[in-house]
């Protein structure tokens, strides 16, 4: 199994910046990907990035390109959410989710973002 542990969410205002941390434990040697995930309330769970643990190669949904960065330190089993531009529909409950290579993923407990207009 893989055991995740989110961090860095909070209060800002419109227009400011957060970076979430995602530290994984237990199998990493078996992790393929990492990924964030949010939830507003009363929404479904909706992908926001991705990135490959292996080549770094990083997808985003469409709403969040250019102003969220997806990254990693493997060394640290560690993936991170630079978040910028903050808009108040960013607001939500953020999950951290790992895939390992035999297909199963893993969730972190969540770390809720508000942004305030």
């Known amino acids: 199994q893989v055991q995740l542990v989110e961090s860095g969410g909070g209060l800002v205002q419109a227009g400011g910046s957060l970076r979430l941390s995602c530290a994984a434990s237990g199998r990493t040697f078996d992790i393929s990907q990492m990924g964030w995930f949010r939830q507003a309330p009363g929404k479904e769970r909706l992908f926001v990035a991705s990135i490959d643990w292996n080549n770094g190669r990083s997808l985003y949904e469409d709403s969040v390109k250019g102003r969220f960065t997806i990254f990693r330190d493997n060394a640290k089993n560690t993936v991170y959410l630079q978040m910028n531009s903050l808009k108040p529909e960013d607001t939500a409950v953020y999950y951290c989710?790992?895939?390992?290579?035999?297909?199963?993923?893993?969730w972190g407990q969540g770390t809720q973002v508000s942004v305030s207009s």
């Open positions: 989710r790992s895939r390992v290579k035999m297909g199963a993923v893993y």
